[in-house]
């Protein structure tokens, strides 16, 4: 027998001592389910690289939030599939108060005026460019861009939003919506701000939920290089200088160390949005057999709260919370 008067096996020795010591835990509450919505009735659409997750028209997206509420999500972040008829070069679909994603957040928030609503505010969905901001030359204009964010924001305030949150990584977008909420009234409409998003390969389950990808090139030149770190805390100290209520890391598991050293240098509120391509590529391995999915499951939410995240938009929120 070893003389070893620390053993920390003792304190592994059993669930109930494990559970008694556990570090990090999950919550229902920590988790934002992003939904996808479809043009028409009765419409339940398969996304064929992601695993239970649908497109649903308007009627049928209130039954599945009523199916999440009552299993403890309470949080959303919703997203339309535009038709390409509506789309055009100056997305102006994305402020039509007649159009599929103001109904869609306004019939949400009419019949469940206690959930949290985060929508999103990006050109992409309504651009028939398929990029975040206003093409002109083949090149993404800022500025330009901004005013259209403007009314995005302002048309989402107005039908229900609690948060808006800019997705498109546009220079000095958080600082002109919150002016732009401020100036009509909105001052209790909050901000949640990608303000850490890459130029990541793990969209692509997303893009085609939306048909959204880039007509051409790519989005390097708004969204961050995967290889910098630095440049993420540049960028979230300024969404919080120009306002932002909550900031973001996007995509989560391959940034555990961005989330990091964000919770170490910031006081902010942290999201992490575990993206569609992490979400597929646990779905499509369980599939195969390579791996247990429930325990995958589990094992990725844990590291990125572990990694810092106050809370987590993922496509597993409402398998984790039967689980909880």
Known sequence: ???????????????????????TTLHKKDFI??????????????????TNIFRFSIDLLLEEINDCMRLGIKAFAPFP???????????????????????????????????????????DPYNSDGHDGIVHNGQILNDETLEVLGKMALAQARAGADFVAPSDMMDGRVGYLRTVLDQNNFQNVGI??????????FYGPF???????????????????PANTREALREAQLDINEGADIIMVKPALPYLDVI???????????????????YAMIKAADEKGWLDGEKAMYE???????????????YFAKEIAGHL
């Open 33 to 50: 389910f992003p939904l996808f919505i479809a043009e028409g009735t009765n419409q339940k659409q398969i996304i064929p690289s992601m």
């Open 81 to 123: 599939n535009i038709s390409e008829n509506l789309k055009n070069s100056t997305a102006t679909e994305s402020y039509n108060p007649n159009g599929l994603f103001l109904e869609a957040i306004s019939q949400i928030k009419k019949n469940f005026p206690d959930c949290v609503l985060f929508t999103d505010v990006a050109l």
């Open 1 to 23: 027998m070893q003389n070893l008067p620390i053993r920390p096996r003792r304190n592994r020795q059993n669930a109930t001592i494990r559970s008694l010591i556990e570090e």
């Open 207 to 225: 893009r085609d939920a939306l048909a959204s990808a880039p007509k051409f090139g790519d989005k390097k030149t708004y969204q961050m290089n």
């Open 192 to 201: 949640l701000a990608y303000s850490v998003k890459y130029a990541s390969a």
């Open 300 to 314: 990725s939410l844990i590291s990125i709260k572990r990694a810092g995240a106050d809370m987590i938009l993922s």
């Open 260 to 278: 990091k050293s964000l919770k170490d240098n910031f006081s902010l509120p942290i999201a992490a949005y575990n993206v569609s391509g992490e």
